[in-house]
C-alpha cells in the first residue's frame, strides 16, 4: 500500500521508471566491472606485477590505453544520458495543471490539516489527515508548515516534498486508480514523527462529489439528551479550545477539525483505526498513545465520557 514500487499516477511512474533504469544500467556496469576485475586477477595469475609491466610490448601497451579511453568515455556518455532523462523528469515533474482541484496541505506537529480552496468561501472545507481525491484529475497541493519542516510524502502518487515554515511549496499528481494510499511525514520533525501518517482516498468523481457535500454539511444541535449533554462536555471541558465542530460555537484550528470524524478511517494521523475503545482511550488519554503529543489528557467523569464519545460518533 505504501510502496514506490507500485506507481499510480504518471508523475510516480516517471520516477520509478527512472529509478529502474538506473538500477538497470548501474547494475549491469557494476557487473561487467567486476567481471573484468576477476578475469584480470586470474589471467595475471602465478606472475609478479613488476615482470609484467615491464614486458608489456609497446603495441598491447597502446590497446590498453584505447580501452581504458574508451571506458572512461562510455562512463562520461552514460552520466550525460542520465543528467538529461533526470532533468526531464524533473522538469515534467514541476509542470503544474492550470485546472484542478487546490488543496491547502499545512504540516503540524504531527498531524495535517487540509484545506480544499474554493473560490466561493461556503464551499471551503477544512478537515485533517485524510484527503479525498477525484480520481483521473490533476490535483495540486500547497504545501506549508505551522512549526518546523515537515515533508508530504506518497509514495505510490509521487516523491517527496518539503514543507518549509513561512514558505509555500507546490506539488501535483493525478491519480490513475481509485484507492487508498498511505503517505507520510518523511522529514524528522519531533517526538511524534513516526506517527504523522495520511492517507489519500482517490474516488470516482460522483462519489468524491458526494463526500464533499456531506463533509461541507454543517451539524445541527442534537436532539437526544445524552448527544446534547455531549455536545455540552464538549464546549465547556476545553476541547472547544483547539478543535472545530462545523455549526457550533467549536471554532478553532490548533488540533484536527472534528467536524465529521466519524467519516475519517484512522485517529491521531493514522496512529489508531477510528473505533469506540480507540476513540475512549484517546480522549481519556492521548499522552499514553503519543507521547508529547499536542493535546492534553482532559479529567472527565465517566458519564461525562460516555456521553462525549457518543456526541463525537454522532458526527458523521
Ligand atoms: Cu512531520
Known amino acids: 500500500m505504501h510502496s514506490f514500487f507500485n506507481p499510480t499516477s504518471p508523475q510516480a511512474r516517471a520516477v520509478a521508471h527512472l529509478w529502474w533504469w538506473m538500477l538497470g544500467v548501474g547494475g549491469v556496469i557494476w557487473i561487467g566491472v567486476a567481471a573484468i576485475a576477476v578475469y584480470a586477477a586470474l589471467a595475471n ?3 609478479r606485477e613488476s615482470d609484467d609491466l615491464q614486458h608489456v610490448s609497446p603495441d598491447t601497451h597502446s590497446r590498453m590505453e584505447r580501452v581504458v579511453g574508451v571506458a572512461g568515455f562510455a562512463t562520461v556518455l552514460v552520466l550525460v544520458g542520465f543528467l538529461i532523462y533526470d532533468f526531464a523528469v524533473g522538469r515534467a515533474l514541476a509542470q503544474h495543471p492550470q485546472r484542478g482541484l487546490t488543496i491547502q496541505i499545512t504540516g503540524q506537529q504531527w498531524w495535517w490539516e487540509v484545506e480544499y480552496e474554493s473560490p466561493d468561501p461556503s464551499q471551503r472545507l477544512v478537515t485533517a489527515n485524510e484527503i479525498h481525491i477525484p480520481v483521473g484529475e490533476p490535483v495540486q497541493f500547497k504545501l506549508r508548515a505551522a512549526d518546523v519542516i515537515h515533508s508530504f510524502w506518497a509514495p505510490n502518487l509521487n516523491g517527496k516534498r518539503d514543507l518549509i515554515p513561512g514558505y509555500m511549496s507546490t ?11 498511505r503517505g507520510q511525514c518523511a522529514e524528522f520533525c519531533g517526538l511524534q514523527h513516526a506517527k504523522m501518517a495520511f492517507y489519500i482516498v482517490a474516488d470516482p468523481r460522483p462519489k468524491f462529489n458526494a463526500w464533499y457535500a456531506a463533509s461541507s454539511q454543517p451539524h445541527q444541535t442534537p436532539t ?9 462536555v464538549f464546549m465547556t471541558s476545553g476541547c472547544a479550545v483547539c ?6 460555537q467549536a471554532q478553532s484550528n490548533v488540533g484536527p477539525s472534528l467536524s465529521h470524524l466519524e467519516s475519517r478511517s484512522t485517529i491521531a494521523a493514522g496512529t489508531l483505526a477510528n473505533n469506540h475503545a ?9 499522552q499514553a498513545i503519543k507521547p508529547g503529543t499536542r493535546m492534553p489528557a482532559i479529567p472527565l467523569e465517566p458519564n461525562q465520557l460516555t456521553a462525549l464519545v457518543a456526541y463525537l460518533e454522532s458526527l458523521k
Not at 437526544?224 to 455540552?232: I, P
Not at 478543535?243 to 457550533?248: F, K, L, Q
Not at 480507540?278 to 492521548?286: F, R
Open 224 to 232: 437526544d439528551s445524552t448527544l446534547l449533554y455531549g455536545q455540552r
Open 45 to 47: 595469475g602465478g606472475h
Open 243 to 248: 478543535h472545530t465542530i462545523s455549526g457550533t
Open 278 to 286: 480507540n476513540l475512549m482511550g484517546w480522549i481519556v488519554n492521548p
Open 171 to 181: 506539488i501535483w499528481f493525478k491519480a490513475d486508480t481509485a484507492g487508498v494510499y
